[in-house]
């Protein structure tokens, strides 16, 4: 099957060959007359267009001025390191514990931290993600908690670090070996998949604590990680509660219900989850669970809690002057079963209590609608929750709802809530979680040395939890006492009278932010729109011949094009030609549109005789010439709107290019600095 020749091409390969340089369709055109007009091959037109066009286009970005590409990689390094060390490294140096301690110049408080609601990202938080989006979503949650608690550990090098629940986001549904999930969704994910979490959170949290932060003045003092606090979605919450998945939780990170001294202050954390299973019935759920078997030991616990507070202390104070723990108990045999054993008494001479704080993952009741204040992210204070004296009295929006749902509930029920403060005594600080945003309260209705007991629910520290700014409580405890557990008066700052510390707060507490991720990534778009933006306007200069220098020449890049004005011209000279015109004069006229030639000079007659050369028959080069010069106009009498198009299709190409070619410039610098960021951190 034959070629369709040139002047058979449709109209989009026409602008293909109108868009070579005239020279090169003067190549193509070149050939015997007697084997009529040469074929057009597709290799002819990538051979003599589109590489001398990929040529020349290498040839003027080599050429071309590259501090514009300089400058947006100087830009990408310092916008990633920015969103990926710096601002880090500033959100938690903000919170050094000297730019808000305002203790004695000579006390040294014992430092702690809270961290609230890690929830490991996993197929239970975002149920039908699709992949890559759901690995992208566990990685960078997994990054992002690393480099926060990596910058925690190393800046701040607090001596005891708090979890307060919800360490897993599926850990309560994943199947043991002796039962499974009453979701089928989640039959699938077994035990071992719940010891690949372990392990996950292991090397984000346990792993860093052991190789991180130790000062020189923590290398000699009690450093403490507890993380055995339960939350709803590590087991459940109230007759929810598989005791197979209680039971695998406490194997690994520890019973719930503790009492810890820290600081001179009674730590006392309770698994309130369990807890609230008292009072439900297992029909309520659907389980076949005895709901004591769920509340029982907790409830045991605080039962005891206040005798083992004085022990907890009795014990330090012992440590403190190099004493063994000998408490003196009556000489009596205990069955290993009788619970008298956990009720044995402390010294009889050691009744001093110091001030508790209360560690819970659900928070304690409130009426609806009391708000948590203006650190509040998600939900800031309402004008209408003013009263009278410009105190907030009800604010729905900025106020933790009261409500309850599967495997949650946000507050505790109120009796339960009394029961705990009751039987824990002398409460002065509640710290919950849960909520995953900040709220602080003052809970009026329970005695307390302030006039209440003052609560906070800490934040989140995952990006993933509904806030744009996680963060974490920072506790700065002062309370020096003497060898009985007392008080010891310390001299004021401000004078030379003496404040007894009891009469003074012992506890200061700070919220540090950590760095809003959310916004790191808009950053991100926002640079990568402003490249685009500057390489194509770039391009579009270079283009538009813009620049000077050497981009001027831009254009000389670009196809030679015949204006439409100078068509009846040529029309007019190769009518000439016909009548005797010389083959000179007909090349000027189709080459002046912008193209040199050189300048005619008139030839001599020659001689009636010639010069003694054979005479050349030259018909069949005038015949040949006719058929170019035929072939040459039929070109130039192409409509010129199809030649702007054409033209403004070759400008887009090249402006595209311009812009592929300046974002992989910047990429092949952009894309190894951040991955190098992300793999040394």
């Known amino acids: 099957m034959q070629r369709k020749s040139h002047d058979e091409l449709p109209g989009a390969t026409s602008f293909l060959y109108d868009g070579l340089p005239l020279n090169v369709q003067t190549l193509l055109s070149r050939q015997p007359v007697e084997h009529g007009p040469r074929p057009i091959s597709q290799s002819a037109y990538i051979r003599y267009m589109l590489y001398p066009l990929l040529r020349d286009w290498r040839k003027l970005g080599h050429s071309a001025p590259s501090k514009t590409r300089l400058a947006f990689i100087a830009l990408w390094i310092i916008v990633i390191w920015w969103g990926e060390r710096l601002v880090f490294s500033n959100s938690i140096s903000a919170c050094n514990w000297n730019k808000w301690e305002r203790w004695h110049s000579e006390a040294v408080p014992h430092h702690a931290i809270l961290l609230a609601d890690p929830q490991l990202v996993d197929p239970h938080t975002y149920p039908g993600r699709p992949w890559p989006l759901s690995t992208l979503t566990v990685k960078h949650t997994d990054l992002y908690l690393r480099r926060s608690y990596s910058k925690l550990l190393s800046v701040l090098s607090p001596s005891t670090l708090y979890f307060l629940g919800d360490l897993f986001d599926g850990g309560r549904e994943w199947s043991t070996g002796a039962s499974q999930s009453a979701d089928k969704r989640w039959r699938s994910y ?38 055995s606090l339960p939350g709803n979605h590590d087991l459940g919450f109230g007759n929810g509660i598989r005791l197979p998945v209680r039971q695998r939780f406490h194997t690994f990170f520890g019973n719930g219900n503790r009492v810890d001294v820290l600081g001179n202050h009674t730590f006392v954390s309770v698994d309130t989850v369990s807890l609230s299973a008292k009072g439900q019935s297992s029909s309520e759920i659907g389980g076949g669970t005895e709901p004591v078997e769920i509340w029982g030991d907790t409830d045991e616990f605080l039962s005891n809690v206040k005798t083992q507070k004085l022990r907890a202390l009795n014990r330090i104070l012992r440590m403190r002057e190099g004493r063994v723990e000998d408490v003196a108990e009556n000489h009596t045999v205990f069955d290993i079963d009788d619970y008298a054993l956990r009720r044995q008494r402390p010294s009889p001479n050691l009744s001093m209590d110091l001030p508790t704080i209360l560690l819970t993952h659900v928070p304690l009741y409130r009426a609806s609608g009391t708000p948590c204040g203006p650190l509040r992210e998600k939900w800031p204070p309402s ?14 929006a900025n106020a933790i709802r009261v409500e309850a749902g599967y495997q949650y509930q946000n507050v505790l029920q109120p009796a339960i809530s009394k029961e ?49 700014k996680p963060g974490f409580q920072m506790l700065s405890l002062w309370n020096p006492i003497d060898k009985t557990g007392h008080p010891i ?35 991100y778009a926002f640079t990568l729109c402003l490249t685009i933006v500057g390489l194509a306007i770039r391009a579009l200069l270079r283009y538009y011949g813009g620049f ?34 010389s083959s000179s004069d007909v090349f000027e006229n189709q080459f002046s549109n912008g ?22 028959d030259r018909s069949r080069d005038a015949d040949s010439y006719e058929v170019k010069k035929v072939r040459f106009q039929s070109d130039i009498k192409m409509d010129y709107s199809e030649q702007a198009l054409g033209r403004h299709l070759r400008g887009i190409l090249l402006v595209w290019t311009e812009i592929r070619q300046g974002l992989f410039t910047v990429a092949m610098f952009a894309l190894p600095w951040y991955f190098w960021l992300v793999w040394t951190d």
């Not at 392990?199 to 403490?224: T, V």
């Not at 004008?383 to 729905?396: A, E, H, L, T, W």
């Not at 001599?604 to 050349?616: D, E, L």
């Open 420 to 468: 705990l403060v009751e039987k824990v005594g002398s409460v002065e600080y509640v710290f919950s979680g849960d909520d995953h945003d900040y709220c602080e309260v003052i809970h009026r209705g329970y005695t307390s040395r302030g006039g209440g007991i003052r609560e906070i629910t800490v934040k989140s520290m995952s990006w993933a939890m509904g806030v744009r």
């Open 190 to 227: 077994d035990e071992q998949y719940w010891l690949g979490e372990y392990d996950r959170f292991g090397r984000i949290f346990l792993d860093r604590w052991n190789y991180r932060g130790i000062s020189e003045e923590h290398l000699m003092s009690d450093r403490k990680i507890i993380a």
């Open 595 to 616: 193209l040199a030639v050189r300048s005619t000079r008139t030839r001599s007659a020659s001689p009636v005789n010639g010069y003694g050369i054979p005479v050349i």
């Open 489 to 523: 008066p310390w001299q004021a700052e401000a004078g030379t009278a003496k404040i007894n510390v009891a009469d003074t707060n012992t506890l200061q507490s700070h919220l540090c932010l950590l760095p809003d991720q959310l916004g790191i990534f808009i950053r």
């Open 548 to 581: 000077t220098g050497q981009e001027k020449n831009f254009g000389s890049v670009l196809p030679q094009y015949i204006a439409h004005s100078s068509i009846h011209h040529e029309r007019k000279e190769s009518e000439e030609s016909k009548s005797g015109g």
């Open 383 to 396: 004008k209408q929750g003013f009263g009278s004296g410009g105190v907030f009295d009800k604010d729905d």
